[in-house]
T-cell receptor, first 109, second 113 residues
Framework: EDQVTQSPEALRLQEGESSSLNCSYTVSGLRGLFWYRQDPGKGPEFLFTLYSAGEEKEKERLKATLTKKESFLHITAPKPEDSATYLCAVRVSGYALNFGKGTSLLVTP | KAGVTQTPRYLIKTRGQQVTLSCSPISGHRSVSWYQQTPGQGLQFLFEYFSETQRNKGNFPGRFSGRQFSNSRSEMNVSTLELGDSALYLC????????????FGPGTRLLVL
C-alpha cells in the first residue's frame, strides 16, 4: 500500500536557523512527489513537483530534493512568514494525491 | 487569473441531514478533485471529475457523491450526515491532460452536530 510519512510532526526554529523537513514514501512506481504549504484556515498552496531521484528545485528560501525513498524540504535562514504546515504528497492512481500528515513549522523572531 | 473558489465557506448541519458543496475551478481548468481534511486522517482523496465524468474515486462510502457541469464547476454532496463527516472539504483544479499540478481552493468547513 502506498504510504507517505512526514517528520517531524512539529518543528520550532529561530529566525535564521536552517533546517530540513523529511518525507519518506513507499509507492509502487513514483509518478510525482508534491510539496504544498498550508496556512491556517486556507487551502494548500503548491510549491514543487519532483519526479526522479537526484532532482532538486528551489524557490526563495526553500529547496526540495528527492531520493528513491524520501524527499527533503530544506529551509535556509527561515523568516517568521515561513511558519505554516508543509505537506508532502505522492501521485497514486490517476491524478489522486496521497498526502502525509504534514510538518507544522513555527519560526520565531 | 482568479483562483479556485468554494462556497459556502462555513456550514453547520445536524446528523442525518444532507449537504451540497460547490467548487468553481480556475478558468480553463477541466479537472476538479475533492479532498477531505481532518486532524486525525489528514488530507484524503474523495474523487476526481474531468469533462463531467468521474475518473477516479477514493475509499469513501456511497454517501459521498459528486458531479461536474459543462462549465467545469463541480458539486459534492454528502447524504445522511454523521458526526465524523465534520471536516474541511477542499476542492482542487487541474488543467487536464498532462498538466498535473492541482491548485486548491480555500475549502468549506463543515461542522456536523
Amino acid at each position: 500500500e502506498d504510504q507517505v510519512t512526514q517528520s517531524p510532526e512539529a518543528l520550532r526554529l529561530q529566525e535564521g536557523e536552517s533546517s530540513s523537513l523529511n518525507c519518506s514514501y513507499t509507492v509502487s512506481g513514483l509518478r510525482g512527489l508534491f510539496w504544498y504549504r498550508q496556512d491556517p484556515g486556507k487551502g494548500p498552496e503548491f510549491l514543487f513537483t519532483l519526479y526522479s531521484a537526484g532532482e532538486e528545485k528551489e524557490k526563495e528560501r526553500l529547496k526540495a530534493t528527492l531520493t528513491k525513498k524520501e524527499s527533503f524540504l530544506h529551509i535556509t535562514a527561515p523568516k517568521p512568514e515561513d511558519s505554516a504546515t508543509y505537506l508532502c504528497a505522492v501521485r497514486v492512481s490517476g491524478y489522486a494525491l496521497n498526502f502525509g500528515k504534514g510538518t507544522s513549522l513555527l519560526v520565531t523572531p | 487569473k482568479a483562483g479556485v473558489t468554494q462556497t459556502p465557506r462555513y456550514l453547520i448541519k445536524t446528523r442525518g441531514q444532507q449537504v451540497t458543496l460547490s467548487c468553481s475551478p480556475i478558468s480553463g481548468h477541466r479537472s476538479v478533485s475533492w479532498y477531505q481534511q481532518t486532524p486525525g486522517q489528514g488530507l484524503q482523496f474523495l474523487f476526481e471529475y474531468f469533462s463531467e465524468t468521474q475518473r477516479n474515486k477514493g475509499n469513501f462510502p456511497g454517501r459521498f457523491s459528486g458531479r461536474q457541469f459543462s462549465n467545469s464547476r463541480s458539486e459534492m454532496n454528502v447524504s445522511t450526515l454523521e458526526l465524523g463527516d465534520s471536516a474541511l472539504y477542499l476542492c482542487a483544479s487541474r488543467g487536464g491532460g498532462l498538466q498535473e499540478t492541482q491548485y486548491f481552493g480555500p475549502g468549506t468547513r463543515l461542522l456536523v452536530l
